[in-house]
Structures are given as C-alpha cells and as structure tokens.
Nanobody
Framework: QVHVVESGGGMVQPGGSLRLSCAAS????????VGWFRQAPGKEREFVAA????????VYEDSVKGRFTISRDNARNTVYLQMNSLKPEDAAVYYC?????????????????WGLGTQVTVSS
C-alpha cells in the first residue's frame, strides 16, 4: 500500500506560481508512474500531467503545456508539479496519484493510489 500526500497548495494571484509536492509514505514510488489531476467545483476530475518511473516519459494536458512542469526525485520519493503563469481557471483541488506501472496514463481509473488533495486558488 502506498500512501500519497500532497502539499504546496495555496492562494496566488493570476500570473503567479506554486510548486506542489507529492510524497509517498508506507511504501516508495518505486516502479510507479505518477500523475497529477485536478477537480474544480461541479466538474469532473481531470488529468493535468504524468511522469513515468524513469522520468523519460512525460505527458501534459494541453491547457497547461508550457506553464506546468512535472518532475520527480526518486531518491527523495517525491514528485513535483511546478505551476507558472497561473490562471483563474487553474483553480481546483489538485490530486496526486500513483499507478503500479512504469508507464504513464492520462486515465484516472488506471491509477491505484490517491492522495487527499491540496487546494489551489488563483484570484486577484
């Protein structure tokens, strides 16, 4: 069992930046691809970004390309989501999820372990 814990959320103004962290406890992220998803009020949970175990394969949702960067530090058992040029439409609860596969997926149903989420608010 992998316990996933997100941190780093908060409130920023449009154009600002945040870095989210996703840490594993209990077990490591060893061999696991990790994804970030987000859910705004009244909307479905949607894919944001994912990174393979090796870090060689990365996928982004179109609206965050060029603004968000996903990375991982396997020695620290942590995955990061650097979010720049934030927009009001990026506001949501951001969830980190791990899947028991090396390869990435954009489908939330293919992730096995989920954190409780961290709130990101973008407002002036």
């Amino acid at each position: 069992q992998v316990h996933v814990v997100e941190s780093g959320g908060g409130m920023v103004q449009p154009g600002g930046s945040l870095r989210l962290s996703c840490a594993a406890s209990g077990r490591t992220f060893s061999g696991a691809a990790v994804g970030w998803f987000r859910q705004a009020p009244g909307k479905e949970r949607e894919f944001v970004a994912a990174i393979s175990w090796s870090g060689n394969s990365i996928v982004y949702e179109d609206s965050v390309k060029g603004r968000f960067t996903i990375s991982r530090d396997n020695a620290r058992n942590t995955v990061y989501l650097q979010m720049n040029s934030l927009k009001p439409e990026d506001a949501a609860v951001y969830y980190c999820a791990a899947r028991s596969r090396f390869t990435v997926s954009i489908k939330k149903d293919e992730y096995d372990y989920w954190g409780l989420g961290t709130q990101v608010t973008v407002s002036s």
